[in-house]
Nanobody, 120 residues
């Protein structure tokens, strides 16, 4: 199983960006997807997930109301829509499967990460 994250870039504060995560190497669409980020000098942190079973989403408090996670089971792609971005959202963003729990140890496969920089 391979995950390919894309869509990162440079955006101004209060701007928006959508990051994608393409899953390949499996014919199943029954997996939950989590998103993490790691800022320079900080530990990797969980920011949210989407559960395959019921489609529920969960978010870390600092992104709740600004970020939206979704999943296209036909295309095996997950999306992280980020709105009202802040400079403190600058980080490398990672997608991972197969859990909707807020800790990296529950995830088996990881994408390579995509850089998101929020700066004026």
């Amino acid at each position: 199983v391979q995950l390919q994250a894309s869509g990162g870039g440079l955006v101004q504060p209060e701007g928006s960006l959508r990051v994608s995560c393409k899953v390949s190497g499996t014919t199943s669409d029954k997996y939950s997807i989590g998103w993490f980020r790691q800022a320079p000098g900080k530990e990797r942190e969980w920011i949210g997930c989407v559960d395959h079973g019921n489609g529920r989403t969960e978010y870390e408090d600092s992104v709740k109301g600004r970020f939206t996670i979704s999943k296209d089971d036909v295309d095996h792609t997950a999306f992280l829509q980020m709105n009202r971005l802040r400079t403190e959202d600058t980080a490398i963003y990672y997608c991972a499967i197969d859990s909707c729990l807020p800790a990296a140890l529950f995830y088996n496969y990881w994408g390579q990460g995509t850089q998101v920089t929020v700066s004026s």
